[in-house]
């Protein structure tokens, strides 16, 4: 394939471009996504080359947004409903938690909603409480979801596409701070299939299983870490629901120690999930403590000290995995 | 400056609105209240006998509404529900022996035993799912009406919902954007007075929910929910405007339910006027129908009759059906979770 570098943002571009060109069923529609290509410019040139047929502006009407998607796609569609911030996702939970997610189950399979949900989440823009959540955890809880969060450009385009294409309801959380990322980014389209975890950097001494953004803060960390003399594995689990657990595991059997770290809050997030299933499944083979890296238990704030404070970084999850190692 | 008069609540069907119907519309009216109100009738009782599991939220006395729409629309249009949702079904063409069996929790159900009596769906039919959730039908039925719109295909989608619906969110919402993409969709608001236990004039300050239409700049129509004929004439306009690409209309049905929010027992807190109920039930929708016809010498009492021991005959075959059909598989829980 032919490969260059594009932004993270650009690269989900280029991933709805290609399948809209591909597929006369999918459509689009949210707040500011045609005229103005959404306010992270996820959708710039859509309406251009489209049509308003298939990419509409929509009133603030999140409910309205998500249920037309849900009832489009039970008829057979493939809508593609933008949320503009995950925070928004509140407003429309009932037409996600209770419709989309549940139809196919409790008309016993009598239907599909093959529906794609976008949003922007992540905190460090000095966005405050209502515009910076993860809220990833919320979803993948509820039976039927999936959850995917690129955190890196191929991820960005390649998990749109994947999305898209999935015979179920789909959220895709793009992280709002890495939309000038760059990447290599092949040009043919291409779809990562959900659930399928990426080992970003092998290593030996330490697990570090990170969610979004994280993972460009864990791959910074090993490097420190390399210097350090430790050598640690990065994991991106790439979709929380379905979550690739076998591939975690093994890794735990192979390092022996587990750090995840996740911009959501440590409570009831992500993490306790996989630090349960690990040590459900690899116990005989930890040296220390499955460990948790992750935002305090309060809303995230705004003051750029603060958010710093609240947010976990390169450093820490150096001296988070640092301690993991000389434990034992 | 041409000035484009605001669109505006009518009263009821144009005048003769009944003149054209035929023996064959009359019988087949009817024929869907009649199955509705003896399979509502046979279900709460095999509740209440606790034969059959879970609760039922009946149809009894709002039968007209759903025969009335349902006598306009094909099975390539689609509805959705609410959590009293067997009239719908029943009015849309769904069969007795699956609802019975979904009901009994069985495999051979709708819903394979999954949804229940909140759930019923039948796909074939463009019945697009009971829905438990207040509200929660509106933006589906407006998701298909989209659908029908984007590909063109002529169909048309129909959502109906209670009075008490009409004060969430969920329904201004879909209202006004199926008004702004002009979505071939008929809102049809049963209002029966009461929003479960609460009665309308305590949670509206409107009599007319029809009026409501008004402020997303779409026709409101009110109608006798108890006379399917009228109710019928009022939704082929709806369908008509709608399949001409003129958008939605809402409709407001006045019609009562004669048994509580849920289950058959009666009230068990006097929220009602005994003689509320029964002036409602002088207007009964299905024997308004059957003196019409008659009067008229579009049908007979024993067509009326054979109707009503046809549908006995029917209801018991599919109880049996039910009750001797396999119980679902615990090891199967996961199944339909995805579509993989």
Same mark, same amino acid.
């Given at each position: ?135 990833? &955890?919320? +979803? ?14 191929? =991820?960005?385009?390649? +998990? ?6 999935? =015979? ?49 803060? *864990? ?12 050598? *640690? ?75 710093? @404070? ?9 001296? *988070? ?8 | ?22 023996? =064959? ?8 209240? $009649? ?7 046979? @279900? ?49 063409? @769904?069969?007795? /022996? ?52 984007? /590909? ?12 008490? &619906? ?19 969709? +008929? ?46 004439? $009022? ?63 579009? *049908? ?41």
């Amino acid at each position: 394939m032919n490969t260059r570098e594009l932004t993270y943002v650009k690269a989900f571009n280029e991933g709805m471009h290609q399948i809209m060109a591909e597929d006369p069923d999918v459509f689009l529609i949210g707040e500011d996504v045609a005229g103005y290509g959404g306010v992270f410019h996820m959708f710039d040139g859509l309406l251009t080359a489209y049509g308003d047929k298939r990419v509409k502006d929509t009133p603030i009407a999140e409910q309205a947004i998500i249920g037309l998607g849900v009832g489009a796609a039970a008829r057979g569609l493939r809508p593609v409903c933008d949320l503009m911030f995950m925070d928004f996702i509140g407003v429309a939970m009932d037409q996600i938690f209770n419709q989309a997610a549940k139809m196919k189950y409790m008309f016993g399979g009598a239907v599909s909603v093959p529906l794609t949900i976008t949003t922007a989440g992540g905190a460090g823009m000095s966005a405050a409480a209502q515009h910076s959540q993860s809220l990833e &955890a919320w +979803l993948a809880h509820i039976p039927g979801l999936k959850v995917a969060m690129p955190a890196s450009p191929y =991820d960005a385009k390649g +998990l749109i596409v994947g999305a898209i294409r999935d =015979d179920n309801p789909v959220i895709v959380v793009l992280n709002k701070k890495m939309l000038g990322v760059k990447g290599p980014v092949p040009e043919e389209l291409y779809a990562i299939p959900l659930g399928v975890a990426n080992v970003v950097r092998e290593g030996d001494d330490v697990t570090i299983v990170a969610i979004g953004r994280m993972v460009i803060e *864990a791959t910074k960390a090993a490097a420190s870490l390399g210097e350090l003399g430790i050598s *640690a594995e990065v994991i991106d689990p790439r979709t929380v629901q379905p979550l690739d657990i076998g591939t975690i595991v093994t890794s735990a059997k192979k390092t022996n120690r587990v750090l995840i770290v996740h911009e959501a809050v440590e409570f009831g997030g992500i993490g306790a999930e996989i630090s349960s299933q690990v040590q459900e499944s690899a116990f005989d083979y930890l040296d220390a403590p499955v460990t948790r890296l992750a935002a305090p238990f309060a809303p995230v704030p705004y003051a750029p000290i603060l958010e710093s @404070a609240y947010v976990p970084d390169a450093a820490r999850i150096t001296a *988070a995995a640092r301690k993991l190692v000389e434990r034992s | 400056m041409t000035e484009t008069p605001a669109p505006s609540v009518t009263y009821g069907p144009p005048e003769g609105y009944a003149a054209g119907a035929t023996r =064959d519309l009359v019988v087949d009216l009817h024929r869907r209240m $009649v199955r509705i109100r003896m399979f509502e009738e046979s @279900a709460g009782k095999l509740v209440e006998s606790g034969d059959m599991p879970g609760f039922l939220h009946l149809y009894v006395g709002q039968e007209a509404v759903a025969a009335g729409v349902m006598s306009v629309l094909d099975d390539v249009d689609q509805i959705t529900s609410t959590h009293r949702g067997h009239g719908h079904a029943i009015a849309k063409g @769904a069969e007795f /022996r699956p609802m019975f069996a979904e009901l009994y929790g069985k495999t051979t159900g709708y819903c394979k035993g999954r949804g229940g009596s909140m759930h019923i769906v039948d796909m074939s039919r463009g019945m697009l799912g009971a829905n438990a959730i207040v509200g929660g039908g509106i933006p589906i039925a407006i998701g298909a009406a989209f659908a029908a719109q984007y /590909r063109g295909d002529g169909s048309v989608a129909a959502s109906f919902f209670g009075d008490g &619906a009409t004060n969430i969110g969920a329904f201004h919402e879909s209202v006004n954007m199926a008004a702004v993409w002009d979505l071939p969709v +008929l809102f049809v608001c049963e209002n029966n007075g009461y929003a479960e236990f609460t009665a309308q004039g305590n949670h509206m300050r409107l009599d007319d929910i029809a009026e409501r239409a008004n402020s997303y700049g779409i026709p409101g129509v009110v109608v006798d929910g108890m006379d399917a004929l009228a109710v019928r004439a $009022v939704a082929k306009i709806a369908v008509d405007r709608a399949k001409r690409g003129e958008g939605p209309t809402l409709i407001e049905a006045k019609t009562y339910r004669y048994f509580d929010h849920q289950g058959i027992k009666g009230m068990r807190i006097p929220y009602r006027d005994p003689a509320e109920v029964e002036a409602w039930k002088a207007r009964d929708a299905i024997r308004l129908l059957e003196v019409i016809g008659v009067e008229r010498g579009l *049908a007979t009492p024993e067509d009326f009759a054979a109707t009503w021991a046809q549908t006995e005959a029917e209801i018991a075959d599919a109880i049996e059906f039910a009750r001797s059909s396999p119980d679902p598989d615990p090891a199967d829980i996961l199944d339909d979770v995805y579509t993989v």
